[in-house]
C-alpha cells in the first residue's frame, strides 16, 4: 500500500508555524532517526518544531545529533501537553495508531492541530489530514528522506540529517539484511554517505556501544531458548528476575530476537520479555519467508507490524503465556513445517 496526500503541506510550512513531531512509545532507531532527521531539516528552514517522545529511548541512541532537544513526556509530562496544545501542525512519525504513543494516545484525539502521519507500518488509521505512507518500504527514514528531497529539492541535506536517517535505515533494515531492503535503499544510502554520514562511526555507536551487564542478558537469553523442531520455530524468554539480576537498562534486549531466527531451518523466532510495571509480557516476533507475524501478532497478541517483523503482548503472567503461544503455534503447523 502506497498514499500520498501530502500536496499543498508545504505551503502551509513557514516561519512562524508552530510544530511538534512525536514517534511511538519504546522509541527505535527508526522513531527517532526519522523524527531528528525532521526536525533538523526544518531548522535548516528556519521552521521551529520540537521532537517528543512517549519515554525514555536506549543509551546506544544517546550520540543522535540534537537528541538533547527531545522532551519525554514521561518526566516532562506538562510541558509536553502545552506544546501539543499550542501545535498548528503534528508530525507522527514510525506509527499509524495513536494508541501506540501510550497515554497520549487519548490526549492527541482531542486536539485541533492539523496531522501528518509519515509511517511504513500496515493497516494505518485516519486520524491524519496528510500522509506519506508505503507499507512496502523499509523505514520511515526513507519516507522522510523521500518528504525531503520531493518537497524541497533544492535544499541539501546536511551532515547531522544524514546520520539521522542513515541509522534508522540501518537499524530498521537490519544492516540491510533483510528482504525490505531493495536497491533504491542503497541508492538513498549511497547519497546519506556523500552528504557526510559516517557509516562506519555509526555502526559503532549502535552496535559496539556494550556494556559487560547487557552480554550476560544475552547470555541468559541464549540458555532460555527453546527450539520447536517440527515447526520449524525457537523462542527465547526472559523474567523480570532475569532482567534485574542482570541491571536491565532499555535498549539491552535489541535485536535478541534475532539469535533465533540465526539458527538452520527456523522459520519464526519470538522473545517474551516480562515487564512487571506495566504488568505486560512484551513480544518481539520475525520470520523468514512468506509466514506472516504482522497477522499473527494482529489475531493472537494485541500487536502487528510487518510481514517479517512485528510486536505485541499478553495481559497473561509469563508462564501462561508462553502455554498459550505453544498451544496457538500448532494451529500454523501447515505453515510452518
Known amino acids: 500500500m502506497r498514499k500520498n496526500t501530502l500536496e499543498g503541506l508545504k505551503d502551509q510550512l513557514n516561519p512562524t508555524s508552530k510544530i511538534s513531531i512525536i514517534s511511538h512509545k519504546n522509541p527505535d532507531g527508526d522513531a527517532l532517526g526519522s523524527s531528528l ?6 531548522k535548516q528552514l528556519e521552521i521551529p518544531s520540537q521532537v517528543i517522545m512517549p519515554n525514555n529511548y536506549p543509551y546506544f541512541l544517546k550520540w543522535l545529533p540534537n537528541n538533547q532537544d527531545i522532551l519525554c513526556y514521561d518526566s516532562k509530562e506538562a510541558e509536553c501537553k502545552a506544546r501539543l496544545e499550542a501545535s498548528d501542525f503534528i508530525f507522527t512519525l514510525d506509527f499509524n495508531h495513536l494508541n501506540r504513543v501510550g497515554g497520549l494516545g487519548d490526549f492527541l484525539m482531542d486536539l485541533k492541530a492539523t496531522f501528518v502521519m509519515i509511517d511504513h507500518h500496515q493497516e494505518p488509521s485516519d486520524y491524519a489530514d496528510y500522509m506519506l505512507v508505503n507499507t512496502q518500504i523499509a523505514s520511515t527514514c526513507e519516507l ?4 525531503i528531497t520531493s518537497q524541497y529539492p533544492n535544499t541539501s541535506l546536511s551532515a547531522d540529517v ?9 537499524t ?3 544492516s540491510f539484511r533483510f528482504p525490505s531492503t531493495t536497491s533504491e535503499t542503497h541508492r538513498i544510502i549511497a547519497n546519506l554517505i556523500d552528504a557526510g554520514a559516517d557509516n562506519s562511526q555509526i555502526h559503532q555507536h549502535i552496535y559496539d556501544n556494550n556494556n559487560i551487564s547487557r552480554l550476560h542478558l544475552l547470555g541468559v537469553a541464549l540458555n532460555n531458548l527453546k527450539v520447536v523442531e517440527e515447526l520449524n520455530t525457537a523462542y527465547i524468554f526472559l523474567s523480570q528476575e532475569d532482567l534485574n539480576s542482570n541491571h536491565f537498562k532499555k535498549g539491552d534486549t535489541e535485536g535478541f ?7 538452520k531451518g527456523i522459520k519464526f523466532a519470538v522473545i517474551f520479555i516480562e515487564n512487571k510495571a506495566e504488568n505486560i509480557i512484551k513480544i518481539s516476533l520475525r520470520s523468514i519467508g512468506d509466514f506472516n507475524v504482522n497477522a499473527f501478532a494482529r489475531k493472537h497478541f494485541s500487536g502487528g507490524g510487518h510481514n517479517n517483523a512485528a510486536g505485541g503482548k499478553s495481559d497473561l503472567d509469563l508462564k501462561s503465556t508462553l502455554a498459550k503461544f505453544e498451544t496457538t503455534l500448532k494451529l500454523y503447523k501447515e505453515d510452518l513445517s
Open 257 to 263: 530476537v534475532n539469535y533465533g531466527l540465526s539458527i
Open 37 to 42: 532527521a525532521l526536525h533538523l531539516f526544518l
Open 172 to 174: 530498521d533494515t537490519g
Open 144 to 147: 522522510v528522506y523521500e518528504f
Open 162 to 170: 544524514a546520520s539521522c536517517l542513515y541509522t534508522g535505515i540501518m
